[in-house]
């Protein structure tokens, strides 16, 4: 399919998704070990170079109270592009970390979702994934707050270059592959097999080999994963989290204070103990040529419903440009089965800009 990053007539080229990124810095955000005296300055300098330099810790972290981040991957890192401005955000999450229950939420949003933007001279409707390359985080962070009626705390963002760095920072890991397939030149066979940061690379991009399309990727790249952060469950040490801080120094960015390191560490990472997984899961759609996921009321109030449980609050009714959209489109003949037409509201068309 096609991309583009803002309302233009020009083709973009196409992008991968890369949905690991989010799981993955939850383990580098939220497990973060902290020590004392030299080892703790190295750990604090190179965390620098990742977290905000804001001195300021809020309330809310330091009474250990639930957060939400909200992580971004950033095609900017590929091909050797460093510009973290420009470009579509690859993979969405949200992740949600209650620290007395001792959870992980980690949910996987769809970025194909059709979304309104307001932009000079009106508004446009593009993919979710364009909302950074329109407005950068604030806007993601809007949509996606008024998307599943929450409030996210932070957020943290990631180039591509990371995962092999990662995984060769922790010795290399070990999966389970189901069906045996070559991809870029390496035969991943079936069954149990250590991988190096380039093979885990390779076995998370593969995709139209799978009889499960992009769910099988997903599952590969949650494999990985996994094993990263058990990897690190097992030899937690500072000198461990030094060297995943290290492998994602150039990579990742966040606002999550840097003087908050230890709070994350001993009062959020105990959480990594009882991860779970969930995705808003859409249906096929087709706007003027172009391939979407249209998203259900009930599945937006679904997962809104669990990511609030998640944090300890009470469910809201979300109705949102999301939820009428759909309705829009399901009273025009949409049905996302035999027929995939979302039409738009007002006769509007995708990516370009209607005047208010």
Same mark, same amino acid.
């Given at each position: 399919?096609?991309?583009? +990053? ?23 955000? $939220? ?19 990742? &977290?905000?330099?804001? /001195? !300021? ?13 909200? +992580?971004?991957? $950033?095609?900017?890192? /590929? ?16 992740? =949600? ?11 996987? $949003?769809?970025?194909?979702?059709? $979304? ?62 189901? &069906?045996? *397939?070559?991809?870029?030149?390496? @035969? *991943? !066979?079936?069954?149990?097999? @250590? ?14 080999? #799978? ?20 990897? &690190? ?12 801080? %290290? ?7 966040? #606002?999550?204070?840097?003087? /908050?390191?230890?709070?994350?560490? =001993? ?11 969930? @995705? ?11 391939? *979407? ?11 809104? !419903? ?17 939820? %009428? ?16 037409? *979302? ?14």
């Amino acid at each position: 399919m096609e991309e583009q +990053t803002q309302p233009t007539r020009t083709p973009k080229p196409k992008k991968k998704k890369w949905r690991w990124l989010k799981w993955l810095l939850a383990l580098i955000v $939220i497990g973060l070990a902290a020590g004392g005296g030299y080892e703790y300055y190295q750990i604090h300098q190179t965390a620098s170079k990742v &977290f905000s330099n804001s /001195a !300021k810790v809020d309330k809310k972290l330091r009474e250990g109270k639930p957060i939400t981040i909200m +992580t971004l991957g $950033i095609d900017s890192g /590929a091909l050797g592009r460093k510009n973290w401005g420009a470009g579509n955000t690859d993979s969405i999450e949200v992740i =949600t970390v209650n620290p007395k229950k001792k959870t992980v939420r980690m949910t996987a $949003i769809s970025r194909d979702i059709p $979304i309104k933007v307001k932009v000079d001279g009106g508004y446009t409707y593009v993919k979710l994934n364009a909302a950074y390359s329109l407005g950068g985080v604030k806007e993601t962070k809007k949509q996606l707050e008024d998307l599943l009626g929450i409030k996210i705390d932070y957020y943290a963002s990631v180039n591509m270059g990371v995962l092999e760095k990662v995984v060769n920072a922790v010795g290399g890991v070990t999966v389970n592959n189901s &069906f045996a *397939f070559t991809y870029e030149g390496h @035969h *991943f !066979k079936k069954g149990r097999q @250590h991988l190096n940061g380039s093979q885990a690379l390779k076995y998370a991009r593969m995709r139209y080999d #799978d009889p499960r399309g992009d769910y099988g990727r997903q599952y590969r790249q949650q494999q990985i994963l996994e094993a990263v952060i058990n990897k &690190f469950k097992q030899n937690g040490s500072i000198s461990v989290a030094n060297k995943l801080l %290290k492998a994602a120094g150039d990579g990742v960015r966040t #606002d999550l204070p840097v003087k /908050a390191v230890a709070t994350l560490y =001993t009062k959020y990472s105990p959480a990594l103990s009882n991860v779970k997984i969930d @995705h808003l899961q859409g249906l096929s759609a087709t706007i003027d040529g172009t391939s *979407f996921q249209a998203v259900t009321p009930t599945e937006i109030n679904r997962v809104s !419903k669990a990511i609030r449980k998640s944090l300890g609050q009470k469910p809201i009714h979300v109705v949102n440009t999301e939820t %009428k959209l759909y309705n829009y489109a399901v009273q025009n003949g949409y049905d996302g089965v035999n027929n995939l037409e *979302f039409t738009l509201p007002n006769g509007a068309q995708y990516n370009t800009v209607v005047s208010n």
